[in-house]
């Protein structure tokens, strides 16, 4: 029979585990500092989520805005045809009315999306009160340095 050795008998695996914890939690402990940013490869849940709407968006940008040129050169007659009620042409249409509205729309969606995971990360946009001269002390210092004459 073949001797035992520690590593056989040992409970413990080399299993990676996430702790127990959820993707906000583990999104909480994350020190930016030290995490290498990588498009390719994103370290953090969040920057997945949020890459993932990035590259999607990109992705029906191109198709909205190459789309109607690549059709143009690829079928010449069906493009420059005439449409039947506003008489313009196809590609004139694509390009100038849907390419401009494409964009409009993916950044609401963006926007809303962005939100989204905002909420699921307990992420929270900070407003930033503009400071009046009604709160600023009247012994207080300028900025370079110098007093109030």
Known sequence: MPEKTNHDTDDSRDI????????????????YMDVEINLLKP???????????IWT???????????????????????????PLIGFPLHYFLLAIVGPG???????????KRDQIDDKYGIEQGVVEPETTDSVPDDAAATDGGVEE
């Open 43 to 53: 370290a953090t849940p969040f920057m997945r989520d949020h890459l993932r709407i």
């Open 16 to 31: 990676a585990t996430d702790g127990g914890l959820s993707d906000v939690e583990r999104e909480q402990q994350i020190d």
């Open 57 to 83: 968006g990109f992705a029906i940008w191109v198709l909205t805005t190459f789309a109607p040129i690549t059709a143009t050169r690829l079928a010449p007659d069906l493009m420059t045809s005439q449409m």
């Open 102 to 112: 494409a964009a409009l729309v993916l950044s609401v969606w963006y926007a809303r």
